[in-house]
């Protein structure tokens, strides 16, 4: 079992940026394919990015094409997530999980069970 803790969140301003980071222990990042999701007030949970064990295949929301970008540093066993132009929109609170790189091969990233996730860091962005 993995556990994952987010940090990074904060007030922005519409336009700003923001850096995601999630910390995972208790496991080898490496055996894991990696995913970000948010929820809003009063809205479900809702997927954002994903990358496979090793970073090579990506898979983004279409809400947050050409402004985020999800990374991972397998060595740090920590995942990323750039934030850029962001929209007040974007306000929720983000959430890394993580499934088993066996059950990820050949899927689609955002199709996935997560069966390990953090407590969440709150993103803010002002108008």
């Known amino acids: 079992q993995v556990h994952l803790v987010e940090s990074g969140g904060g007030l922005a301003q519409a336009g700003g940026s923001l850096r995601l980071s999630c910390a995972a222990s208790?496991?080898?990042?490496?055996?894991?394919?990696m995913g970000w999701f948010r929820q809003a007030p009063g809205k479900e949970r809702e997927f954002v990015a994903a990358v496979n064990w090793s970073g090579v295949r990506i898979y983004y929301a279409d809400s947050v094409k050409g402004r985020f970008s999800i990374s991972r540093d397998n060595a740090k066993n920590t995942l990323y997530l750039q934030m850029n132009s962001l929209k007040p929109s974007d306000s929720a609170v983000y959430y890394c999980?993580?499934?088993?790189?066996?059950?990820?091969?050949?899927?689609?990233?955002?199709?996935?069970?997560?069966?390990?996730w953090g407590q969440g860091t709150q993103v803010t962005v002002s108008s």
């Open positions: 999980a993580a499934v088993p790189s066996d059950r990820s091969r050949l899927r689609r990233l955002d199709a996935i069970v997560y069966d390990y």
């Open positions: 208790g496991g080898t990042l490496s055996n894991y394919a």
